[in-house]
């Protein structure tokens, strides 16, 4: 575990560099804030960690390392939040429309993870206990909103033009692969599982996994993206268009109120018929 810390620390580094070698924190600033907290959070964990285990700072280790590991775990699921936003947003980069009123479904489907999540929690636990139960909570609601945008751009890639080498798909392939990890330990954290225990291996393997993965996508150079020519019938591109007309007030045109003309154009219609009838009938008598 110890050996797997350390590589975890390198390849959080390794992609970080890259990040800002290849300036891609224009592309996904969210992402970078992301990784800038975890590779400043890693190695200060880790001396906390081993800072408990020598006894130092006269035993508050344990408490600094409470504190700052939660902590850090709770900002990790809100920046989350905005790299799946970014991942998204650059997703759907060609279709404006579909875009703007996805990132409107997004945002509500998130909040109703978030409270459902966060509504979930017991309050068997007092006191500062009860900050692992809401963190773990938060990031389950951030784990499914991985998966669930995953499986979107698993479904639609074809749809959206979007080639499994570009960055975006690479970023939502590795939290899909962390956010199979954060659940699977959420669902044991009731047993109390231990460093030893073989979970947290496989764990700490699938975060190996995500990170190598993102460390390829950045290295190799990603397909330059093609303008995107559709026949006027397709679908997406007919919803796109919807979904650019939505909100949309348009226009104004100003109507004439003509109402009336045509109630007292009608009257004088059945008037005139009365009256022609009322002259025949004399004409015909006499």
């Known amino acids: 575990m110890s050996v797997m810390s350390v590589a975890e620390f390198a390849l959080w580094a390794v992609l970080g560099a890259l990040f800002w070698w290849k300036k891609l924190y224009r592309r996904f600033p969210a992402m970078s804030g992301y990784l800038a907290l975890r590779v400043v959070a890693t190695p200060l964990l880790l001396l906390l960690f081993y800072g408990q285990a020598q006894h130092w700072f006269n035993d508050y280790c344990f408490a600094i390392y409470f504190f700052v590991y939660w ?24 279709f404006s429309g579909l875009m703007k009123f996805g990132v409107v479904i997004f945002r509500w489907a998130a909040l109703v993870s978030a409270i459902v999540a966060v509504s979930s929690i017991s309050f068997a636990h007092k006191g500062l206990m009860l900050i692992p139960d809401i963190a773990y ?30 960055l975006a798909f690479g970023i939502a392939l590795g939290f899909g692969v962390m956010a199979s990890g954060d659940l699977v330990l959420a669902m044991f954290w009731s047993r109390g599982t231990s460093l030893t225990d073989p979970l947290q291996f496989v764990y700490e393997s699938l975060i190996l996994v995500a990170l190598a993965a993102w460390v390829v996508y950045c290295a190799v150079p990603e397909p330059a993206r093609q303008p995107l020519v559709m026949p006027a019938n397709s679908t997406i591109y007919r919803w796109n268009e919807i979904a650019s007309a939505l909100g949309h007030t348009g226009t104004q045109v100003a109507v004439p109120q003509q109402a009336n003309g045509f109630f007292l154009t009608d009257v004088e219609s059945v008037v005139d018929k009365v009256l022609n009838r009322n002259l025949k009938k004399r004409e015909s008598e006499l």
């Open 137 to 166: 909570a938060l990031m389950r609601s951030i784990s499914i909103l991985e998966l669930c945008l995953l499986a979107f751009l698993c479904l639609s890639i074809n749809a959206l033009r979007l080639s499994v080498r570009d």
């Open 71 to 94: 902590a850090v775990y709770i900002a990790s699921s809100v920046i989350l939040f905005f790299v799946c936003m970014e991942v998204f947003r650059s997703a759907l980069s060609a």
